[in-house]
């Protein structure tokens, strides 16, 4: 029966917003988590002798466990469904947590938290999610890969003053384990019940139609005589193409400028002779800052070239960053409020037009393998960018040229976004 052009809309709630919500709920854990080690670490600076470099080579620790298990985590979703990847990866997690509440040296960290703790969380991560919302949203893609996402900054938010407040009342090793026993509490049940891999198994269609919708475009844009749209991509088949390689490339470089400042701004701001309670506090404004141009970032790239939406956001991370290697030039503490504006209006750019740049390119039943290569990518990239701050600090005491590699990095990934060229493959909306 041939596909019709349009289709019309399903009666009640579409539960593809259901599974948005839920990735939300689960992001902002795993954000929350990941960012909360910038917290952790001022903490554990204090209590135990450990230099900068090897403290922070923790975070590069569980950023290479994500990249080893990102691939994998991907495909296994492709086989086996999400329940069944989630699931346990939660109860991973929680045991991680709870087990750096008993660390006393710096390899005991490095497993409970770069290992343990580092596998649990990459099965809450956009990777997981990413493969599940490929398949319930065509029209709306960036939009609902933005809200889904903006559980990242909403986490920060929420959980880096949280995980402060409970530092200073009892120390970080209860604060592990409570921040272990939320994880069970929230996720298990949420994940449990309410996810689903395809609207398939539901007797839906993508968007919540009644009929699939196809792309006007799909018959004019082709590359190699393949039609990009329909093509059912395998990794082998994608990474013969120049895209896919850009396509894991424009995020590399983005997180080694992002990790740089997400890994060391607190103690950065504390440096600066401002309280790490007012630190926490502007990391959190980052997130929340993020939380509502995630949303924006999605909805514009439906609507204009994903590329330029990319760009816009990209100028933004790097105003950001460059407002921190001011404040350490000047020494105006002042220049921490452009610092969270625009460094959280550009962050809010980058996951979900990963996503959904991604998803445009090459969606097919190989889906959660090509993008578990990317987040893969991704993890090397940001052990690359936590390390190489703290150690550019240790030898230099200053944080100047690791913030200036920052920005170099972010303006690589903004052109490297146009090779990858998405507005070749689809038309906005």
């Not at 939300?24 to 952790?40: C, D, K, N, Q």
């Not at 069970?184 to 449990?192: D, K, S």
């Amino acid at each position: 029966m041939p596909i019709k052009q349009l289709g019309t809309k399903s009666q009640g709630i579409y539960y593809g917003w259901i599974i948005v919500a839920v990735g939300l709920v689960s992001m902002a854990f795993w954000y929350g988590i990941r960012s909360s080690f910038s917290i952790f670490y001022v903490a554990l600076l204090e209590d135990f002798p450990w230099s900068r470099g090897e403290s922070a080579g923790v975070q590069s620790m569980s950023l290479i466990t994500y990249t080893i298990l990102a691939p994998l985590v991907g495909g296994l979703i492709d086989r086996f469904g999400p329940r069944r990847v989630i699931v346990p990866g939660i109860l991973v997690l929680s045991s991680g947590l709870i087990l750096c509440g008993s660390i006393e040296t710096l390899t005991q960290f490095y497993i409970f938290y770069g290992v343990v703790a580092g596998a649990g969380i990459t099965c809450i991560a956009i990777v997981s999610y990413s493969a599940i919302l490929a398949h319930w949203f065509e029209k709306k893609r960036g939009l609902a890969s933005g809200i889904a996402v903006s559980g990242m900054g909403l986490g920060t938010f929420l959980m880096v003053p949280l995980s402060q407040h409970f530092i200073s009342l009892w120390g970080f090793r209860f604060s592990f384990v409570l921040l272990g026993i939320l994880v069970v509490i929230v996720l298990l049940p949420l994940n449990g019940i309410f996810l689903r891999h395809k609207p398939q198994e539901l007797g839906l269609y993508p968007d919540g139609l009644d009929v699939p919708i196809s792309s006007p475009n799909v018959e004019s844009r082709k590359e190699n005589s393949i039609n990009m749209k329909t093509f059912d991509w395998t990794l082998r088949r994608a990474i013969k193409t120049r895209r896919f390689w850009a396509l894991v490339l424009f995020p590399f470089f983005a997180f080694i400028g992002l990790f740089i400042v997400h890994v060391h701004n607190v103690k950065f701001l504390v440096d600066q002779g401002i309280d790490k309670m007012t630190a926490a506090y502007i990391y959190a404004m980052v997130g929340i800052v993020s939380t509502v141009f995630r949303i924006f970032w999605g909805w514009l790239s439906d609507r204009i070239w994903r590329e330029i939406t990319y760009s816009l956001g990209t100028i933004c991370i790097c105003l950001g960053i460059g407002s921190l290697l001011l404040m350490e030039i000047t020494g105006q503490n002042a220049l921490s409020y452009p610092f969270f504006i625009f460094f959280g209006m550009g962050w809010g750019v980058t996951a979900p037009l990963f996503m959904s740049i991604a998803a445009d390119l090459f969606k097919g039943k190989g889906f959660g393998l090509i993008y578990g290569i990317v987040e893969g990518g991704i993890g090397v990239a940001g052990a690359i960018g936590a390390w190489s701050a703290g150690f550019i600090f240790d030898r230099t005491h200053s944080y100047q040229w690791a913030f200036l590699l920052g920005i170099i990095a972010v303006l690589i990934s903004g052109f490297l976004s146009w090779v990858a060229a998405p507005r070749k493959v689809r038309m906005p909306g």
